[in-house]
């Protein structure tokens, strides 16, 4: 008996993609760096179905029909490269190397060039949706060598999502780095999506005093709205669960966040293409600031607040932070999708804006009935330069603005922090005024340092300089963006 695939990594993604994968009809070699969890995963879980356990690569390698196919599942960086370096002389030309884990998309260029340069072919694939998703189908975002679709594609559109109309959560993303970029993408996003719930759940606890009973009302609620989503869900559940002493679970928990790189990644790459990230950048540095526990401890003692009690319509607020959730979730994938705009044009990328958001429909921890409304404006245009110029999303955010700025202005007289709401608006604010204060900050960078202009009354293009103290010079430094 043939494997039709052999996986790499038995750790809890990797073993409950093999469960995927057996119960669509799929065999699948495994082996990993210690035999033991190989047998005890053949011996176990996995015991009577087609899983051939493989102690070497060798035998895993022997164990694959062609063309060949091995799925990477290991920790990002230098374990994937020496494992790439392990494999190619065990595979013929045409085999297919694929990296599932959450590898930095410029080693996915890097790689696919690599492993082409050798005769075979790669994909680097973004995973999404956790243990759950890789055991009940994932969303999925392949790139790299496009030769090598066609050998995957029945094992990955069998394995994925689906959303109600049988659709899978996953296809062809794009060459070289393009499916890891996607997935990137997907991650800041979550980090935005993130951060925005929590924002809300801090104005609703210490702004209105809600208790957690009431917030997991709240949250249940919203879960039936526009906003309804895996994160929404989630929360809702978080906030309903209690110890076995009564005690909400989510009031032990340090407020100190976590973060694997992902979202630092995205914010990276939106400082390279010059992408005004603001609300995902900002959800990072959130998280960095949360991780000085004991630093704000001590600020909260030198600078003590007393939030004002809450004195209007308890009711009648919520749902304006509702909206102006709604809002801020709006510019988030706003930006998002600016970023993956741009990065295409830098690196050649054709990428499906409508057909990945039918890949983050399902599986994906960002999936929510919200991507329908982005696949339709992409459909309908796939030129478009800026989803809050989609007719039913400028149409929205327009009865969605005056609830946004009550409520971040709430926050700031009561001195609660919302940085994720407060610049997704001033990033509206921004992208929607015709004319910025840029020109004062042209004309303070040509007085010190002759950077030059461009003028209104002359055709783009062109740059001047003014000898602003009269013993200046006409000389002036030569113009670029850096």
Known sequence: MKADIGLVGLAVMGENL???????????????????????????????????????????VSSLSTPRKVFLMVKAGQAVDDL????????????????????????????TAYVES???????????GGEEGALKGPSMMPGGSPEAWKYVKPIFQGI??????????????????????????????????????????????????????ELHEVFARWNETELDSYLIEITRDILGHREENGDATVDLILDRAGQKGT????????????????????????????????????????????????????EAFIEAVRKALYASKIVSYAQGYALMRSAAATYNWNLNY???????????????????????????NPALENLIMDDYFASVLKTLIPAWREVVSYAVKAGIPMPAFSSALSWFDG????????????????????????RVDRPRGEFFHTNWTGHGGSTSASNYNA
């Open 18 to 60: 093999v469960m995927n994968m057996v119960s669509k009809g799929f065999t699948v070699a495994v082996y990993n760096r210690t035999s033991e969890k190989v047998d005890r995963f053949v011996e176990g879980r996995a015991k009577g179905l087609p899983v051939i356990g493989c102690h070497t690569l060798e035998d895993m």
């Open 84 to 111: 790439i370096d392990r494999l190619l002389p065990l595979l013929d030309d045409g085999d297919v190397i694929i990296d599932g884990g959450n590898s930095h998309f410029p080693d996915t260029i890097r790689r």
């Open 118 to 128: 050798k005769g075979k072919l790669y994909i680097g694939t973004g995973v999404s």
């Open 160 to 213: 994925c999502a689906k959303v109600e109309d049988g659709s899978p959560c996953c296809d062809w993303v794009g060459e070289n780095g393009a499916g890891h970029f996607v997935k990137m993408v997907h991650n800041g996003i979550e980090y935005g999506d993130m951060q925005l719930i929590c924002e809300a759940y801090q104005l609703l606890r210490d702004g209105l005093g809600l208790s957690n009973d």
């Open 263 to 314: 979202g630092k990644w995205t914010g990276i790459a939106a400082l390279d293409e010059a992408v005004p990230l603001t609300l995902i950048t900002e959800a990072v540095f959130s998280r960095c600031l949360s991780a000085d526990k004991d630093g704000r401890v001590k600020a909260s003692a030198l600078f003590p607040k007393t939030i004002p009690a809450f004195t209007g319509d308890k």
């Open 354 to 380: 409508g057909g990945i958001a039918l890949m983050w429909r399902g599986g994906c921890i960002i999936r929510s009935v919200f991507l329908g409304k982005i696949k339709e404006a992409y459909d309908k």
């Open 431 to 454: 992208y929607t005024t015709g004319r910025l204060p840029a020109n004062l900050l042209q004309a303070q960078r040509d007085y010190f340092g002759a950077h030059t202009y461009e």
